[in-house]
């Protein structure tokens, strides 16, 4: 089917997401050449607008290729129906259908929607537009559920129409750069792989920091706050794929096996080992929040692994909104090196800088250059954007292409997706149960400071030159 049509779906058309990324994002893949020759998009959602509305709405968003965007959204036509109507979505199958010529076709469904309409549009779908001469795919986005049963709910949901080998869970941080560079420095390097356990390493941080509140975003995160919003996600599908085993092979299957394996280590977090946060002003921020809101919107957490190679490692997760920051890493801090310079030299990390400005760095103890005999800490630095000159994708456009060449490695399984519920349904049940109040941190700051004082606990080290 490598010439077959490509017929792109994206149900939820005028949404942000669709709007933000995944019309962009398709866009791109055709700047760079990797959609197929023939391909039609069709945008579907509720409000009433013309093929041309919808051109000129969705190429505000569009960059680059500037030369390519008349003949892209030539391709581009829209429909308006009810979500869970089969006559809407027989309408959308028959300009497909037009479109398509009678040639074979696969199909590509993306639900750019709220999961509680899920199941409506699956089943319609499923019933009067999947292709009869190519495959089918449904791409979805979280948030799959609150909970542990409420997601399994939601599978069960999507299940009615599409098969889990039909069926694509985004986790967009999967389909970062440096995310994705995690097995690579991982496995690649004789260095890092031995090392790569309790024995030498002290413990892992895992940060999200974001120096904006809800933005126009406020009714959606009241209802999920922070440990839903991307800590039960993003977080822990970074800390699945900085802890995991070595798969037998590249293979999506392998590497979801390991993952899958390592999260269900993970022991659920304990109430001691947390800390949750709500900057000042956020109930004000936007009138769809709760006055008495308790929603956090920062939280740290410390994870165990209970497996041979993590046992007694902590590793800390730690996200919030209104902080003093934009900024994603991951941090793994080696032991200390006993001998005769302990007392002097700081301990080592490696550094995974997801965003801002890209990078993989080697803190070291180096001499002080000069005739000075102190030691100074250093770095061994690849900074992306100083080392390549090459473009760096958006998340979704990777993401995307994978779909189109049925590439599930960087989606979320089903098993996978349970077993990250299942570390952080009981505290989340129990936060909601006992009313637990955030504390209260200052718009702009660090976050609260018990959240420094856990993580202290634990033994993390901050080094002087942080
Ligand atoms: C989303 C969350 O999944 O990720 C948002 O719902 C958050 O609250 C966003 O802002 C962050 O994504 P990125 O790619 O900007 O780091």
């Not at 890092?192 to 126009?216: C, L, M, Q, S």
């Not at 590249?250 to 022991?267: G, I, P, Q, W």
Request: charged fraction near 30%; charge should be negative.
């Amino acid at each position: 089917s490598e010439n077959a049509h490509l017929s792109v779906v994206v149900v939820g058309a005028s949404g942000d997401l669709a709007k933000k990324k995944t019309f962009p994002s398709l866009f791109n893949l055709f700047g760079l050449g990797l959609l197929p020759k023939d391909f039609t998009i069709v945008g579907f959602a509720r409000s009433k607008m013309s093929d041309e509305e919808f051109r000129k709405n969705i190429s505000k968003n569009f960059k680059e290729f500037k030369d390519k965007q008349e003949e892209f959204l030539s391709r581009c036509f829209y429909h308006s129906g009810q979500y869970d109507s089969e006559q809407s979505f027989s309408e959308v199958a028959k300009i497909l259908k037009e479109k398509e010529g009678g040639n074979s076709a696969n199909r590509m469904f993306y639900l750019a929607i709220p999961p509680s309409i899920f199941a409506e549009v699956a089943t319609a779908a499923k019933s009067v537009a999947v292709s009869e001469n190519g495959w089918n795919r449904i791409i979805v986005e979280k948030p799959f559920g609150k909970d542990t049963e409420s997601s399994a709910q939601l599978s069960r949901d999507l299940a009615t129409g599409f098969s889990e080998e039909q069926t694509y869970r985004i986790d967009h941080y999967l389909g970062k750069e440096m995310v994705q560079n995690l097995l690579v420095i991982r496995f690649a390097n004789s260095l890092w792989e031995p090392v790569w356990n309790r024995h030498y390493i002290a413990n892992i941080t895992i940060t999200f920091k974001e120096d904006i509140g809800t933005e126009g975003r406020g009714g959606y995160f009241d209802e999920y706050g922070i440990i839903r919003d991307v800590m039960q996600n993003h977080l822990t599908q970074m800390l699945a794929l900085v802890a995991m085993e070595t798969p037998n092979s590249l293979s999506a299957e392998d590497v979801r096996d390991e993952k899958v394996k390592v999260v269900s280590a993970c022991r659920p977090i304990s109430p001691e080992d947390i800390v949750v946060g709500q900057y000042d002003g956020y109930l004000d921020e936007d009138e769809k929040v709760a006055k008495d809101s308790i929603t956090p919107t920062f939280a740290t957490a410390v994870v165990h692994i209970d497996n041979p190679r993590w046992a007694g490692v902590p590793f800390v997760l730690k996200c919030g909104k209104g902080l003093n920051e934009r900024k994603a890493e991951i941090r793994v801090q080696f032991k200390s090196n006993p001998g005769i310079y302990a007392e002097d030299s700081e301990r080592n990390e490696l550094v995974f800088r997801v965003q801002p400005n890209e990078a993989v760095y080697y803190k070291v103890n180096t001499k002080r250059p000069g005739l000075s005999e102190e030691i100074a800490m250093s770095e061994l630095d690849l900074t992306y954007k100083e080392r390549y000159e090459v473009r760096l994708p958006d998340a979704y456009e990777r993401l995307i292409y994978d779909v189109v060449r049925g590439d599930h490695n960087l989606f979320v399984r089903e098993d996978e997706l349970d077993a990250a519920w299942k570390i952080f349904t009981p505290i989340l049940h129990k936060l909601d149960a006992e009313k637990v109040k955030p504390i209260s941190y200052k718009f702009g700051s660090r976050g609260p400071e018990e959240s420094d004082k856990l993580i202290h606990r634990y033994g993390f080290q901050r080094s002087k030159s942080y």
